[in-house]
């Protein structure tokens, strides 16, 4: 176990997905958790996160001076290599002159740290103060223009720290950098590899759930198809997965989930279909709100009522007491919180599920990033198209049907959307792209021409976007010949759309979804 401690910035998760990378398990605590905390832990390394711009900072957090005492070795990055150097006894100038972003670091000494790597990087800063002396021991590994100490270790007492961000993609080698710390001065295992996250979870799950049976909602995402194949890996047919179909999801996912699925992993699967009973209720509604609350509200009505059907057919003795739930690690961290680290995110997942207390939950995800959950899926031997789906909105299609949703216009729609899939992965570029929602403008009607004649059709909206996390997004550039083979495909092949537009707006000020 690795601790990052966050400083309150952005960078914690990211650190400790480089280090998860590093094939090393990491897990995020806040500043102010007390230095016998962590310790407790018993980590084998503590990483020490980016922060404010300056120790110097009013209210700027401090770091446990004990903490360089304690034997454990440390990795201090930007605030945290500061903050280090200070609580060392180094020296650390208030230049107040900022260097930030794109810096070249110029290599003195490569030592362990920086073995292997040329003498000058490319590398992301975000600095006010200037490291002007190492502490003492130190070996002076780098600078940069703006900092005379830019990177030091004392490979002896197993300390380390680079004033730059060797977790951005920007910074060269930074993954390489964050290795050396951690195998060749902490001395960590690289264990922490997909078979070994199944292994533990399918024994952590077995002694939870004992006898007992188990409930699993599936929503066609990633996350709740994992986290039940582990289950299921786990208890076998103790597991009783539940498929509420609203008839909302696109082309071919709901017998993904109905096939692909089963066959994969021989899960039991209960499936309802509640199309009709979603469609009768949002008839007529355009507001996305109003579909929101219907579709959120009915999604629990047929979830409870499944939910009940399962328990009753349980066997004698053997009832059922857990529920799983496909939480993330980042949704721990940011509900959670931990000082510093804001709450950013509301989560608006329709279908949220009633919090039942006559359940236990079982999140086998808990500790995991999204990129592991999908090695995990590939480990387990989930078909491809479920492991790499974008994220997808719990109320589907119907919040991309700007104006009332039927099931003619959901037939156009998911007819679009079919096409904008096959093509962009025939395309190679869904690695890239972070998702690519299909818009129907439903309520709006242009004039064009086809063969001899004037037709009168819907605009379908493409907004491809990248993003990291959803809270920011840019518009996705596709390539020219992409995008026109997707509105030829499209205007050919779908008779209702005689136009198909391109969404070029980055989040914010609009938001992924037009609805
Ligand atoms: P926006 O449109 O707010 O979307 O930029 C951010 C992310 O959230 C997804 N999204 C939803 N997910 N229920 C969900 O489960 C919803 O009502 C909902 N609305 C948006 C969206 O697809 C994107 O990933």
Same mark, same amino acid.
Request: net charge negative; charged share 25%; proline share 5%.
């Given at each position: 176990?690795?601790?990052?401690?966050?400083? /309150?910035?952005?960078?914690?998760?990211?650190?400790?997905?480089?280090?998860?990378?590093?094939?090393?398990?990491?897990?995020?605590?806040?500043?102010?958790?007390?230095?016998?905390?962590? +310790?407790?832990?018993?980590?084998?390394?503590?990483?020490?996160?980016?922060?404010?711009?300056?120790?110097?900072?009013?209210?700027?957090?401090?770091?446990?001076?004990?903490?360089?005492?304690?034997?454990?070795?440390?990795?201090?990055?930007?605030?945290?290599?500061?903050?280090?150097?200070?609580?060392?006894?180094?020296?650390?100038?208030?230049?107040?002159?900022?260097?930030?972003?794109?810096?070249?670091?110029?290599?003195?000494?490569?030592?362990?740290?920086?073995?292997?790597?040329?003498?000058?990087?490319?590398?992301?800063?975000?600095?006010?103060?200037?490291?002007? &002396?190492?502490?003492?021991?130190?070996?002076? $590994?780098?600078?940069?223009?703006? &900092?005379?100490?830019?990177?030091?270790?004392?490979?002896?007492?197993?300390?380390?720290?680079?004033?730059? #961000?060797?977790?951005? +993609? #920007?910074?060269?080698?930074?993954?390489?950098?964050?290795?050396?710390?951690?195998?060749?001065?902490?001395?960590?295992?690289?264990?922490? =590899?997909?078979?070994?996250?199944?292994?533990?979870?399918?024994?952590?799950?077995?002694?939870?759930?004992?006898?007992?049976?188990?409930?699993?909602?599936?929503?066609?995402?990633?996350?709740?198809?994992?986290?039940?194949?582990?289950?299921?890996?786990?208890?076998?047919?103790?597991?009783?997965?539940?498929?509420?179909?609203?008839?909302?999801?696109?082309?071919?996912?709901?017998?993904?989930?109905?096939?692909?699925?089963?066959?994969? =992993?021989?899960?039991?699967?209960?499936?309802?279909? &509640?199309?009709?009973?979603?469609?009768? #209720?949002? &008839?007529?509604?355009?507001?996305?709100?109003?579909?929101?609350?219907?579709?959120?509200?009915?999604?629990?009505?047929?979830?409870?009522?499944?939910?009940?059907?399962?328990?009753?057919?349980?066997?004698?003795?053997?009832?059922?007491?857990?529920?799983?739930?496909?939480?993330?690690?980042?949704?721990?961290?940011?509900?959670?919180?931990?000082?510093?680290?804001?709450?950013?995110?509301? #989560?608006?997942?329709?279908? /949220?599920?009633?919090?039942?207390?006559?359940?236990?939950?079982?999140?086998?995800?808990?500790?995991?990033?999204?990129?592991?959950?999908?090695?995990?899926?590939?480990?387990?031997?989930?078909?491809?198209?479920?492991?790499?789906?974008?994220?997808?909105?719990?109320?589907?299609?119907?919040?991309?049907?700007?104006?009332?949703?039927?099931?003619?216009?959901?037939?156009?729609?998911?007819?679009?959307?079919?096409?904008?899939?096959?093509?962009?992965?025939?395309?190679?570029?869904?690695?890239?792209?972070?998702?690519?929602?299909?818009?129907?403008?439903?309520?709006?009607?242009?004039?064009?021409?086809?063969?001899?004649?004037?037709?009168?059709?819907?605009?379908?909206? +493409?907004?491809?976007?990248?993003?990291?996390?959803?809270?920011?997004?840019?518009?996705?550039?596709?390539?020219?010949?992409?995008?026109?083979?997707?509105? =030829?495909?499209? =205007?050919?092949?779908?008779?209702?759309? $005689?136009?198909?537009?391109?969404?070029?707006?980055?989040?914010?000020?609009?938001?992924?979804?037009?609805?």
């Amino acid at each position: 176990l690795v601790l990052v401690v966050d400083f /309150g910035a952005q960078y914690a998760q990211l650190i400790a997905r480089r280090v998860r990378e590093a094939n090393v398990y990491s897990e995020i605590v806040p500043h102010t958790m007390p230095l016998e905390e962590m +310790l407790a832990k018993q980590p084998k390394a503590i990483i020490l996160s980016g922060g404010p711009s300056s120790v110097y900072e009013p209210g700027a957090p401090q770091l446990d001076p004990q903490i360089v005492e304690s034997d454990v070795p440390l990795f201090g990055i930007c605030y945290g290599f500061m903050a280090m150097a200070q609580a060392l006894g180094g020296q650390v100038a208030r230049t107040g002159q900022r260097e930030y972003g794109r810096t070249r670091v110029s290599v003195l000494d490569r030592g362990t740290l920086l073995q292997g790597l040329p003498e000058e990087l490319v590398s992301w800063m975000s600095h006010g103060d200037e490291v002007v &002396a190492a502490p003492e021991g130190f070996r002076v $590994n780098a600078k940069s223009p703006r &900092a005379t100490v830019a990177a030091f270790e004392d490979t002896g007492r197993r300390l380390a720290g680079v004033q730059w #961000h060797p977790e951005v +993609l #920007h910074s060269e080698h930074g993954q390489q950098i964050l290795e050396r710390f951690l195998v060749d001065i902490a001395g960590c295992r690289q264990t922490w =590899t997909s078979v070994n996250i199944v292994d533990e979870q399918v024994e952590k799950i077995r002694a939870e759930v004992g006898d007992a049976r188990v409930i699993c909602g599936l929503s066609g995402g990633v996350d709740s198809a994992v986290a039940a194949a582990l289950v299921q890996r786990a208890i076998g047919d103790q597991l009783t997965c539940v498929f509420v179909d609203h008839g909302l999801l696109r082309e071919g996912e709901a017998e993904q989930v109905e096939q692909d699925f089963v066959a994969a =992993t021989g899960v039991d699967l209960k499936v309802v279909d &509640a199309a009709e009973r979603f469609l009768g #209720h949002l &008839a007529g509604v355009a507001d996305p709100e109003e579909k929101r609350k219907i579709i959120g509200r009915e999604f629990i009505r047929v979830f409870e009522q499944a939910e009940r059907e399962v328990v009753e057919a349980a066997p004698e003795g053997q009832p059922v007491r857990f529920l799983v739930q496909g939480t993330l690690y980042p949704d721990v961290v940011e509900s959670g919180g931990g000082e510093g680290a804001a709450n950013i995110k509301s #989560h608006h997942n329709v279908g /949220g599920l009633p919090e039942d207390l006559e359940f236990g939950l079982i999140e086998p995800l808990r500790t995991l990033f999204k990129d592991e959950v999908r090695e995990v899926g590939r480990q387990l031997g989930l078909p491809a198209g479920i492991v790499n789906r974008h994220p997808f909105p719990g109320p589907g299609l119907a919040i991309r049907i700007v104006g009332a949703v039927d099931a003619d216009r959901l037939r156009i729609l998911r007819a679009a959307d079919a096409i904008v899939r096959e093509e962009t992965t025939a395309a190679g570029l869904d690695a890239e792209i972070w998702q690519f929602p299909v818009v129907l403008l439903a309520d709006v009607r242009s004039v064009g021409v086809q063969g001899d004649g004037r037709t009168y059709g819907h605009p379908i909206v +493409l907004r491809p976007v990248t993003s990291e996390d959803a809270m920011t997004a840019d518009w996705g550039r596709l390539p020219y010949d992409v995008l026109e083979q997707i509105s =030829t495909r499209i =205007t050919n092949e779908v008779d209702e759309v $005689n136009r198909v537009v391109l969404d070029v707006t980055s989040k914010p000020p609009g938001t992924i979804e037009w609805e």
